[in-house]
Nanobody, 118 residues
């Protein structure tokens, strides 16, 4: 059974930090490209960051470049999103996403709420 379980969300003050984790199971994690998406209230789901299966390539949404860092630990089947210098506009539900080689190999987590407010 495929599972992606996010954790680490919560309330942070502007300028603060949070670290999200996504623990994967039920598939060969090291073969999958991993991403974080986010969806604010009334908005669509936007791509935040992506990391290749081998950790060689990382891409970021322009709005988070220089503040967020995506990383992975294939030995622990976990992907992380370190979020620094948080802004109120980062408030959203953050989703973990896994994409394999085949079009059918797509998995989503249940999401974790991040709220940035003073």
């Amino acid at each position: 059974q495929v599972q992606l379980v996010e954790s680490g969300g919560g309330l942070a003050q502007p300028g603060g930090s949070l670290r999200l984790s996504c623990a994967a199971s039920g598939f060969t994690f090291s073969r999958y490209r991993m991403s974080w998406f986010r969806q604010g209230t009334g908005n669509g789901r936007d791509l935040v960051a992506t990391i290749s299966s081998t950790d060689e390539h990382k891409t970021y949404n322009d709005s988070v470049k220089g503040r967020f860092t995506i990383s992975r630990d294939n030995a622990k089947n976990t992907v992380y999103l370190q979020m620094n210098r948080l802004k109120p506009e980062d408030t959203a539900v953050y989703y973990c996403h896994a994409r394999g080689f085949f079009a059918s190999e797509v998995h989503w987590g249940q999401g974790t709420q991040v709220t940035v407010s003073s």
